[in-house]
């Protein structure tokens, strides 16, 4: 407890007593009282309370708050083994999740529950989250989720999958979905107009339908382009959907309406889709990258502009150990390991600086990889990620640099700048320790360790929206770290996956949900 001495309004001296369990509820209080300043309250009550400092009587208050930080630092290590998204960029369709239609700098994805995020992936205007229990969310637009309405919220969606099966991995195209299962399955959903979800026919489909290969092949790895699909099993290549330019690298421009196997390829252990083209690279016997599709700005890597319709070697990576790889709609980017440090290559269009390649422009283009300067100086990259006309990168050391395309604010910084031809880091992540990155056409995420959000972040109710005020005060739920109003948050529940085996002060919605009364769309940006 601390003590605060003061003087009334007829001059007698006397104290007021101020329960703190931390110095952060001690500095809210004196901090609230200074801005009573501007209210009809005596002065001398205010001055005296605003400076507490050097009155206090320290007593009781070391027992209490090392209690309170020993309690506080075993939550902190629950917290650590949950993952929450920060997202930025456009949000016309409601991709992002949230009212605003765009967000210029990262803003937390705020859901209500006790859902870890396992993974994202952004198509052009929609978005899918899995959850780490396997559940599917999504938000964005109807034409890609087949909902009946676009979404602006995350919202779970039943996948029927074969008993015992558990949903592993997620990726979005231009307007579908592919999810892989940990029993090598592959289910598809939403637009279907070339063939892109592999049932053998051109019809749209509103939920996840398993896509039927004619071979017995167990399916670990799945990537969606624009407009076609490929699916990675038993180090074999199958492609389906729009053939245009080649970019199912069967040697022609014919669509193909269910999964077709690359002949030409073998031995390959990864792959990434652009808009219309693809990269994929193999470990064993040696390690190779193969490229096929639009190569209109050199995105292939192949030295020229032509389009392959058939695999072709990238000599710049072979005998390079990959890392990471992520194609965008006319570039490319990957990541080679030696020596314990790390290269990152790009190439393809640069016109709007998302090759951080110096000179940019309409027409600038790079039709070799060539290392990026910016990212080779003692940092090292495990991830890289593309939109449309932006790139992202994820350092060893927690750092996220963005480059390229700015117009929605797809790359997280605080500038104005429209473009920017040079990986900068966003400041504003740093402190978050990023676990992974993911892009959309215009929009972006990061996934962060779950952290209790700061007071001076919010100021209204994250769920009736009231003002905080003096007397309606803001409340921590211990379950999905937002914060609320008394009234939105007075349930007690324990929180058995966070080890909190005692009642815990939790939100409306996460009581509803850990009790088991929440319905299965309850799930709410």
């Not at 959903?189 to 939920?207: E, Y």
Request: proline residues 3%; glycine residues 10%; hydrophobic residues 35%.
């Amino acid at each position: 407890m601390y003590y605060a001495r003061y003087t009334d309004r007829e001059g007698k001296s006397d104290t007021l007593d101020l329960v703190c369990a931390t110095d952060l509820q001690y500095k809210t209080w004196t901090t609230t009282i200074s801005k009573l300043k501007r209210r009809s309250v005596p002065k001398s009550i205010i001055d005296s309370l605003a400076n507490t400092s050097n009155n206090l009587n320290l007593s009781a208050g070391p027992d209490l708050l090392a209690a309170s930080t020993k309690h506080f630092n075993k939550y902190e290590q629950a917290l650590q083994d949950v993952n929450v998204i920060y997202r930025f960029g456009s949000n016309t369709w409601g991709q992002l999740g949230g009212k605003n239609k765009m967000e210029k700098s990262p803003v937390l994805l705020h859901i209500q529950g006790s859902y870890d995020i396992n993974e994202i992936d952004g198509g052009w205007s929609h978005s899918l989250l899995l959850m780490s229990d396997g559940s599917l969310a999504q938000m964005g637009r109807k034409i890609a989720t087949g909902f009946d309405h676009d979404v602006s919220s995350p919202v779970l969606i039943d996948v029927n999958l074969v008993e015992g099966s558990v949903t592993e991995q997620a990726s979005c195209g231009r307007s579908h979905n592919a999810i892989g299962t940990d029993d090598g399955k592959v289910y598809t959903w939403g637009n279907n107009f070339f063939g892109q979800l592999g049932h053998g026919d051109r019809m749209d489909r509103k939920t996840p339908m398993i896509v039927e290969l004619k071979t017995q092949v167990m399916i670990r790895d799945i990537a969606c382009g624009y407009d076609f699909t490929c699916a990675l099993g038993d180090c074999q290549l199958f492609t389906w959907g729009s053939g245009k330019y080649g970019v199912l690298g069967h040697g022609d421009e014919k669509d193909r309406l269910s999964p077709c196997l690359i002949e030409d390829l073998d031995s390959i252990t990864g792959m990434a889709c652009g808009g219309h083209h693809v990269l994929a690279w193999s470990r064993k016997p040696a390690e190779l990258v193969y490229s096929w599709g639009l190569n209109s700005s050199g995105q292939l890597g192949h030295g020229n502009s032509k389009s392959a319709f058939s695999p072709r070697l990238i000599p710049t990576f072979s005998n390079k150990h990959i890392i990471s790889v992520a194609c965008g709609a006319g570039h490319s980017l990957a990541v080679t390991f030696t020596n314990e440090s790390s290269l990152t290559y790009a190439c393809g269009s640069n016109a709007f600086g998302q090759l951080a390649l110096g000179q940019c422009g309409q027409g600038a283009k790079v039709l070799t990889p060539m290392a990026i300067p910016s990212l080779s100086t003692g940092l090292r990259i495990q991830e890289v990620a593309c939109g449309s006309m932006h790139s992202l990168a994820r350092s060893e050391s927690g750092e996220v640099f963005s480059s390229g395309c700015n117009a929605f604010g797809q790359l997280g910084l605080e500038t104005k700048d429209r473009f920017l031809n040079r990986f900068t880091a966003i400041t504003s992540l740093k402190d978050k320790n990023p676990r992974a990155i993911a892009c959309g056409g215009m929009h972006s995420f990061v996934m962060c360790p779950k952290k209790w959000i700061k007071d001076e972040e919010v100021t209204n109710c994250m769920k009736c929206k009231a003002v905080f005020t003096f007397m309606r005060r803001k409340h921590h739920c211990r379950n999905c770290c937002l914060i609320f109003c008394n009234e939105c948050s007075s349930k007690r529940i324990a929180i058995l996956h966070l080890k909190l085996k005692g009642p815990q002060r939790v939100c409306e919605a996460c009581y509803s949900q850990i009790s088991g009364h929440s319905s299965r769309n309850s799930l709410r940006g």
